[in-house]
């Protein structure tokens, strides 16, 4: 099972920006595709972006699209999200994801092979 663990959550204002990292654990970082979903007070875990083996495809949810860019470095074992236009809505713990080596759709849960512990960002207005 592969480690993750981000970094770089926090608070700002709408209009503002983040870039969240996950670093892993895994030496072949490059076999798997990698993503993030976030989870809303009260809300389900959902789906955010994806970003494959090679970072040569990405996919993101209507929610983010525009605002949000995934990206990958496998020689350093790290995904990264960057976020501008954040507005209030965004507000959610962001989980980092491994994706099972057979996943073919990003976006459910149950493709996922490997969970970082989540980082809180919260969007004030």
């Known amino acids: 099972q592969v480690q993750l663990v981000e970094s770089g959550g926090g608070l700002v204002q709408a209009g503002g920006s983040l870039r969240l990292s996950c670093a892993a654990s895994?030496?072949?970082?490059?076999?798997?595709?990698m993503g993030w979903f976030r989870q809303g007070p009260g809300k389900e875990r959902e789906f955010a972006v994806a970003i494959t083996r090679n970072g040569a495809s990405t996919v993101y949810a209507d929610s983010v699209k525009g605002r949000f860019t995934i990206s990958r470095d496998n020689a350093k074992n790290t995904v990264y999200l960057q976020m501008n236009s954040l507005k209030p809505e965004d507000t959610a713990v962001y989980y980092c994801a491994a994706y099972l080596p057979w996943s073919h759709n990003y976006y459910y849960t149950n493709g996922v092979g490997s969970w970082g512990q989540g980082t809180q960002v919260t969007v004030s207005s």
């Open positions: 895994e030496r072949i970082f490059s076999n798997y595709a």
